[in-house]
């Protein structure tokens, strides 16, 4: 079974995750299938992208979400977006949603929390 679930990667205190698909049984930070997005909660507010293309297309393959990946997900939308998706609106018009929400989103990613 294929889950989408955070990979950590960052240096020691400093962490960020990527998006990952990867099988149930693999280890948190081992073999995965594919890079599905990024997210560092270091920056204020945290830094979310995601290809909302490619998780939608696992999603629609039974992949499971983990509880993470899901709250990242509702905090960016992307499980409303893809609610719309399944009831058959157009992908094109639900990107392009998407991209305008991650520019008002992650307005200075450079910005730290210390």
Not at 26 to 35: H, M, Q, S, T, Y
Not at 92 to 104: C, H, R, S, T
């Amino acid at each position: 079974m294929v889950r989408i679930r955070l990979r950590r990667v960052g240096r020691k205190g400093q962490p960020s995750y990527r998006i990952v698909a990867a099988d149930k049984e693999a280890p948190r930070d081992g073999k995965f299938l594919e890079i599905l997005g990024f997210y560092n909660p270091r920056t204020e507010p945290a830094t979310i992208k995601v290809k909302e293309d490619r998780v939608y297309d696992w999603l629609s393959k039974g992949a499971q979400l983990s509880e993470a990946a899901e709250q990242i997900f509702r905090t960016a939308g992307v499980l409303e977006r893809y609610e719309r998706f399944k009831q058959g609106e157009d992908l094109e018009v639900l990107l392009a949603e998407a991209a305008k929400a991650e520019a008002e989103r992650n307005v200075s990613p450079k910005t730290r929390r210390d």
